[in-house]
């Protein structure tokens, strides 16, 4: 590994920490961390959704196979 890679992965890596303490401790950070909880509630919603649509299908298709 030469030189230039290892002060490209280390400017890269303090970045990284500089962005995600001013993420955590920034201005408007209360603001985004309402916003992430509520796309994961949105996301939990939709997975819940889906799975119930999908059960309630199969049984449906299965039982009225069962009649005919």
């Given at each position: 590994?030469?030189?230039?890679?290892?002060?490209?992965?280390?400017?890269?890596?303090?970045?990284?920490k500089?962005?995600?303490?001013?993420?955590?401790?920034?201005?408007?950070?209360?603001?985004?961390?309402?916003?992430?909880?509520?796309?994961?509630?949105?996301?939990?919603?939709?997975a819940?959704?889906?799975?119930?649509?999908?059960?309630?299908?199969?049984?449906?298709?299965?039982?009225?196979?069962?009649?005919?």
């Amino acid at each position: 590994m030469d030189i230039a890679t290892k002060a490209k992965e280390e400017i890269e890596s303090r970045l990284k920490k500089i962005e995600s303490f001013i993420e955590e401790k920034g201005l408007g950070s209360s603001y985004l961390t309402k916003a992430r909880r509520t796309q994961r509630n949105v996301n939990l919603a939709i997975a819940v959704g889906s799975l119930i649509t999908v059960a309630g299908i199969s049984i449906w298709l299965f039982s009225s196979s069962r009649k005919d």
